[in-house]
């Protein structure tokens, strides 16, 4: 007798082919949904009209309008498409043959991971955000007037195929929203890209949350926001052209990487827990007033300043006591870096250069260290109230009539500080020293032409060349060699006995003696207290403001007595 009950095996297998059927009726449901559309026209220039779509390039109208899982494509039909409420699509296509214009209006666009792609037309935003889960492409047309906010979980790409122009002009702000790096390019020929403010919300891990820039770079006639996702600039060395500030949120997720150029007007705000990685390029600050800085101590690279505003409202200066570090080069080309109303200590591995013009100025009452040459042209002021000002590079340059509170120069192997032909050098005190067999040379930049020192100074081990003290007193110079034409000073030197000549005027000689030659010991820096800083950005920025109109007046009248005194040179 034949058993009616089926056999586990014959279940198992009958289970396994259900699931299959089951699997397969599915993906063809899922497939048969994910359609694609083709916009023909029809009576009127609506999205939402089904009798305006067709499943054919140019086939009949009256399909069905596309919907979040559909493909948009805007191709044959050179006419105008309105949105009039809020439009979901999984990919929109305005094809290279389109010559029509879809307008945004008011209706909110919302595109899924396939993204946008524009290759001819217009597209016209309007004051309703856009977002698209995918990238972004442009490759010919027009996309003008989005307002409002355009996210992108993908990359963005704007460039020219085949010679065809792309312009493209956001005048709201461009956010960054994926959770992986993403793209950022802009092309140079035939592409034209005008973007205000741009968003970095990157959400993904390190190291793969970053906006990578290619192409020509980023300009933005507003302002740059990293709220969490690495800026990488350095990866393709990008310059950077900023309008409206940049902001580095307080996370540790807040990044920008720069090797190149970086040009900003506005607040430039480094947040505590953000990070700033600049390894090479310049940072130029250009705006026509007053600009609010704070780096948070974060090291830059080369800095200029190069303020357009009138004076007293043409200064760079501090959020907070962040020390200002430079790996590289200090360029003062106009306008005040004012490192006095926070008592931001400076150091600056490189040169420092203030510009020959009333214009150009720094302003410090905290300690300086510089690594390079200074430079402080005609007219130009480096005006120091209290501190120190310390020269701790190799073969240095010191040009230009130059007053500082403080200044010191120490060295332990042999080098040379040159002065700049007829320069004064002017200092409350000033502490020049060598070491025992390293002398510190200091020598005048042309033979034969004096430098001047109106200072009481502390010097030890120097050789001196071209030298004259105007001091009211003549400075001690222990264990020195007057070398050549120096006047004012008061020489000791050594011999190789344990006897040194000591008490002698330029030129002269004097009585010999047995003496112990005391260890060079340098002045104590003069250590001025940080401030504890805890207001808000508006409030900072309002006392500022009172602060410079009260040294606006105390500032001109400086100037035009420094002015009064070159005249009567």
């Given at each position: ?97 389109w010559t029509g214009s879809l307008l945004q209006g ?89 973007i205000k403010n741009l968003t970095v919300r990157n ?114 200066w501090f959020l907070s006591s962040d020390p200002l ?245």
């Open positions: 007798m034949i058993n009616s009950i089926p056999s586990q095996r014959s279940v198992f297998i009958w289970g396994i082919s259900f699931l299959l059927l089951l699997i397969g009726v599915f993906v063809f449901a899922a497939s048969a949904s994910a359609a694609t559309y083709y916009y023909v026209g029809g009576t009127n220039d609506h999205w939402e009209k089904a009798a305006n779509w067709s499943t054919l390039p140019r086939g009949a109208p009256g399909s069905a309008v596309p919907g979040v899982d559909d493909t948009a494509i805007l191709s044959y039909s050179g006419t105008t498409v309105r949105l009039r409420s809020t439009v979901s699509v999984r990919e929109l296509v305005l094809a290279s043959n008011t209706g909110v666009l919302k595109v899924g991971t396939l993204g946008i792609k524009v290759g001819s037309g217009r597209l016209v935003g309007g004051n309703a955000a856009i977002t698209s889960s995918g990238s972004y492409t442009q490759t010919g047309g027009i996309v003008t007037g989005i307002q409002n906010t355009f996210s992108l979980s993908g990359s963005l790409t704007i460039m020219s195929v085949n010679n065809s122009r792309s312009v493209f002009t956001s005048t709201g702000t461009l956010i960054f929203s994926g959770n992986a790096s993403q793209n950022y390019k802009i092309g140079q020929n035939q592409v034209s890209a005008s959400t993904g891990t390190s190291p793969a949350n970053k906006l990578i820039s290619t192409g020509s770079g980023m300009t933005l006639s507003g302002a740059l926001t990293v709220t969490s996702g690495n800026l990488d600039l350095a990866t393709n060395s990008q310059a950077l052209t900023v309008k409206g500030g940049i902001t580095l949120a307080d996370s540790a997720l807040a990044a920008l990487t720069t090797n190149s150029n970086v040009t900003a007007s506005g607040t430039i705000l480094v947040n505590n827990a953000a990070t700033l990685t600049v390894t090479a390029g310049t940072w130029t600050l250009n705006d026509d007033g007053d600009q609010a800085v704070d780096f948070d101590g974060q090291s830059l690279y080369n800095l200029t300043i190069n303020n357009t505003g009138t004076s007293p409202n043409n200064a760079v570090n430079i790996a590289g080069s200090l360029t003062v080309t106009r306008g005040q870096l004012d490192l006095d109303t926070y008592a931001n200590e400076m150091t600056v591995t490189n040169n420092v250069s203030v510009a020959a013009s009333a214009l150009a100025e720094i302003w410090s009452h905290s300690a300086i260290t510089i690594g390079g040459d200074l430079t402080v042209g005609t007219n130009g002021l480096f005006t120091m109230t209290s501190n120190t000002v310390t020269m701790n590079g190799t073969s240095q340059t010191i040009t230009g009539n130059i007053t500082f509170s403080n200044f010191s120069k120490t060295v332990t192997s042999a080098q040379t500080l040159t002065i700049g032909a007829g320069n004064t050098l002017t200092a409350a005190t000033m502490t020049l020293q060598g070491t025992a067999g390293n002398l510190l040379a200091i020598i005048s930049s042309s033979v034969g032409t004096s430098w001047y020192v109106n200072a009481p100074v502390t010097a030890w081990y120097l050789h001196l060349r071209d030298s004259s003290s105007i001091y009211a007193t003549n400075p001690l110079c222990h264990e020195c060699v007057d070398r050549d034409r120096n006047t004012g000073w008061t020489f000791t030197s050594t011999t190789t006995t344990t006897s040194t000549t000591t008490t002698s005027s330029s030129g002269g000689g004097g009585g010999r003696r047995s003496v112990v030659v005391p260890a060079a010991v340098p002045l104590p820096a003069v250590v001025t207290p940080k401030p504890t800083v805890k207001k808000t950005l508006k409030e900072l920025i309002a006392e500022r403001k009172q602060v410079r109109m009260a040294k606006a007046a105390a500032l001109k009248k400086l100037i035009n007595e420094r002015r009064l005194k070159r005249m009567k040179k």
